[in-house]
């Protein structure tokens, strides 16, 4: 019979210490850093990327990787601290309300270890979703050609008119754009402009959206009048000297109409 003794426990500590070590080191790409995290991947970090950074960070998304396996995400460690936690101002496309507590599990689980957690609750895989947040638009109104970003070009402005005929005598209430390629339109701003010149601003579209842009007053189109698109690409370096295309769909929705999601996103699910 083993007696328990101080000296057996600092014996069994050593041991466990030694034990988890090792396991440690077993783990390809986390054995040159001690686990000291007490968020894991699987249980804590997923959620957390999957509702507050997967819009983007999925294969095919405007960021440049997916946040959303474990393989992918660990190796960002450190550049997710100088993103989120450094002094530095977010730039727009980070410009997202996390509480303290989220910062401090990403800091936490960035700066110990990266750990995966139980391997048996890995995450459901994720893919892109590329649809209308607030449902198929009233006036749908796609580019009439594909924009073409050459292999040498890293970003570009394209600027479309499209004539408004089919939403004459219509009152907007809100507005939305449906990348075609969602890795590279970066931003629009959209505007209805007048037969006489005159230009309505109707907002300015970002990736990562969850609802359509509702206008501050419902907007009655006049005949004549176009939707103006100035449409911003930009490649990430994941598609560094790559020909890409996108084909955008600009949406409007009649005044009083819903255009918020129905439903938070299903599980493992993420809204483009
Ligand atoms: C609205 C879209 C969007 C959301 C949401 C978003 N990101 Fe990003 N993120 C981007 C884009 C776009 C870039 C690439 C910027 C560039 O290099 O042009 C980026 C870059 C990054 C980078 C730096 C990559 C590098 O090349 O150094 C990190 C780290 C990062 N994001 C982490 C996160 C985390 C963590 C979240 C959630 C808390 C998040 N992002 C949410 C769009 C988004």
């Avoid at 790559?242 to 084909?247: A, F, G, I, P």
Wanted: with cysteine; hydrophobic share 45%.
């Amino acid at each position: 019979m083993i007696r328990v003794t101080a000296s057996t426990i600092r014996l069994l500590t050593a041991a466990a210490v030694a034990l988890g070590l090792a396991l440690a080191a077993q783990t390809p790409g986390e054995a040159h850093k001690a686990i000291t995290s007490k968020y894991l991947f699987n249980e804590d970090m997923f959620p957390l990327f999957r509702d507050h950074c997967g819009r983007c960070h999925v294969d095919g998304g405007v960021a440049p990787m997916s946040l959303l396996t474990h393989e992918d995400a660990a190796p960002w460690a450190e550049s997710l601290r100088l993103e989120f936690l450094s002094e530095e101002p977010a730039p727009p496309w980070h410009q997202m309300k996390l509480t303290s507590r989220q910062l401090d599990m990403m800091l936490v689980w960035a700066n110990g270890g990266t750990p995966r957690g139980d391997a048996t609750k890995a995450p459901p895989p994720v893919t892109l979703v590329n649809t209308w947040a607030g449902g198929t638009p009233d006036v749908p109104l796609r580019l009439p050609a594909p924009f073409t970003l050459d292999a040498a070009a890293n970003e570009a402005m394209h600027d479309v008119v499209l004539p408004l005929t089919a939403a004459a005598g219509r009152t907007i209430g809100a507005v939305d754009l449906l990348p075609g390629n969602p890795a590279i339109v970066r931003s629009a701003v959209l505007l209805v402009k007048n037969a006489d010149g005159t230009t309505r601003d109707l907002g300015t579209w970002m990736p990562g959206r969850t609802a359509a842009i509702a206008l501050a007053t419902p907007l009655k189109i006049a005949a004549g009048a176009s939707l103006v698109a100035k449409i911003e690409y930009r490649r990430t370096w994941k598609y560094e000297g790559q020909v890409l295309t996108d084909q955008s769909t600009i949406g409007l929705y009649e005044a009083g109409r819903r255009t918020t999601p129905p439903a938070r996103p299903t599980p493992g699910g993420a809204r483009r």
